[in-house]
């Protein structure tokens, strides 16, 4: 993608942003034009930015999945422990949203070369985070980065007929009960089953019907 003059790359910002939260709360079919007010901009802006439907939903999840890949390094780097950092990871996912749509317009997404290198980054974030929590025994042995981050995409889904201000009320317990039961304190057994994996989960999409 060439270099973006500031006012186009704020536009463009803009509409990925109302797109993320649309697709959330919609789903993929969403209306454009709506998606175009709610980023303030005109829908001759949209369209210039991203020609089709598919264009969009391509940039809302490799934009999320960029988020994601800079929150875990960023909180790893700045976070006083490990186990600081993912509290802070997990709370930022959380407020942000940002993998709550992943699972749902993953299966609209080709699997292009620029797809392939965000996930590859985001992979080796949270393998990072999750290694040095491990490490510093702030998360259980059995937890993969994989498993965290589906925790979360259940975690930050909408939640039907609830007000914005109480899901995110509820969300924050959810959040506070999720983290004290990835500590190693919190363990009374294994976890059931094999601790998933990207691979796992990627090939199990390419079997859904609509993907």
């Keep these: 993608m060439k270099e973006l003059r500031a006012d186009a790359r704020r536009n463009r910002e803009q509409i990925l942003r109302a797109a993320h939260l ?20 005109g829908n001759a802006t949209l369209y210039r930015h991203f020609p089709t439907r598919t264009d969009l939903i ?20 700045g976070a006083p422990s490990a186990g600081d950092a993912l509290t802070a990871f997990a709370t930022g996912v959380v407020e942000r949203r940002i993998v709550a749509m992943l699972p749902i317009l993953g299966g609209h997404v080709e699997p292009s070369p620029e797809f392939h290198a965000v996930r590859t980054r ?21 937890v993969s980065a994989t498993d965290l981050v589906l925790f979360l995409t259940v975690l930050t889904r909408p939640l039907p007929t609830m007000s914005g201000e109480l899901g995110d009320a509820v969300r924050a317990r959810m959040l506070a009960t999720l983290l004290d039961g990835l500590r190693p304190a919190a363990t009374t057994g294994p976890l059931p089953g094999l601790p998933l994996t990207a691979d796992r989960i990627t090939a199990d999409l390419s079997r859904r019907p609509d993907a």
């Design 22 to 41: 649309a697709f959330l709360e919609h789903g993929p079919d969403a209306p454009l034009d709506q998606i175009a007010e709610r980023a303030g901009v």
């Design 122 to 142: 985001v992979l080796t974030a949270l393998d990072a985070l999750v290694a040095a929590a491990r490490a510093e025994g702030a998360l259980r042995p059995d």
């Design 58 to 77: 391509q940039s809302v999840v490799l934009d999320d999945m960029a988020q994601v890949a800079a929150l875990a390094t960023e909180t790893l780097a």
